[in-house]
Antibody, heavy 120, light 113 residues
Framework: EVQLVESGGGLVQPGGSLRLSCAAS????????IYWVRQAPGRGLVWVSR????????TYADSVKGRFTISRDNAKSTLYLQMNSLRAEDTALYFC?????????????WGRGTVVTVSS | DIVMTQSPDSLAVSLGERATISCKSS????????????LAWYQQKPGQPPKLLIY???TRESGVPDRFSGSGSETDFTLTISGLQAEDVAVYYC?????????FGQGTKLEIK
């Protein structure tokens, strides 16, 4: 069974940092592009970042570019999102999601998310 | 960026009736070289992550009931739920994966009338 389990969320002050993790199981992690998508409270879905199967290619939404870094450890089947210089508008539920196939960014499996709250 | 606009924002339909949700993109999401529309639909129930329903605008994901169907091309797309059931109450999102940033519609909240 495919599973994605996010962790690492919490309460952080503006300007602070947080590292999210997404532990994958039930599939060959190293074969799939993985994505971060966030959802602010009561709001819609917003794509944040993507990483290709071997970690050599990454892309970011403009709103997080230069502040967030996506990475992966295929040996550990784990995805990461390093979040620096956090702002109030980064407050959201952060999902990791599996791309159904390389290059095609529709998401066939999602984790349940981890909550990030940026507040003083 | 490609802007995705759904209508309506909310919809109430009687059990057993048809629900229709529209999604329009600000530019075509049809890739000419493979004649595929890079458009997906998701269902999100309260407290749950989104669930993939449809991709390539009209291909139903494995396990999704056949009362869910997608149609459309280029910039205009529709999600149809035929024979609405109580468990279909959710928010529905369209998403384009034609180009980054990948963008979602604002969501359509479907309720029972």
């Amino acid at each position: 069974e495919v599973q994605l389990v996010e962790s690492g969320g919490g309460l952080v002050q503006p300007g602070g940092s947080l590292r999210l993790s997404c532990a994958a199981s039930g599939f060959t992690f190293s074969s799939y592009w993985i994505y971060w998508v966030r959802q602010a409270p009561g709001r819609g879905l917003v794509w944040v970042s993507r990483i290709d199967s071997d970690g050599s290619d990454t892309t970011y939404a403009d709103s997080v570019k230069g502040r967030f870094t996506i990475s992966r450890d295929n040996a550990k089947s784990t995805l990461y999102l390093q979040m620096n210089s956090l702002r109030a508008e980064d407050t959201a539920l952060y999902f990791c999601a599996r791309g159904a196939s390389s290059w095609y960014a529709y998401f066939d499996y999602w984790g349940r998310g981890t909550v990030v709250t940026v507040s003083s | 960026d490609i802007v995705m606009t759904q209508s309506p924002d909310s919809l109430a339909v009687s059990l057993g009736e048809r629900a229709t949700i529209s999604c329009k993109s600000s530019q075509s999401v049809l890739y000419i070289s493979n004649n595929k529309n890079y458009l997906a639909w998701y269902q999100q129930k309260p407290g749950q992550p989104p669930k993939l329903l449809i991709y390539w605008a009209s291909t139903r994901e494995s396990g999704v009931p056949d009362r869910f169907s997608g149609s459309g091309s280029e910039t205009d797309f529709t999600l149809t739920i035929s024979g609405l059931q109580a468990e279909d109450v959710a928010v529905y999102y369209c998403q384009q994966y034609y180009s980054t940033p990948y963008t979602f519609g604002q969501g359509t909240k479907l309720e029972i009338k």
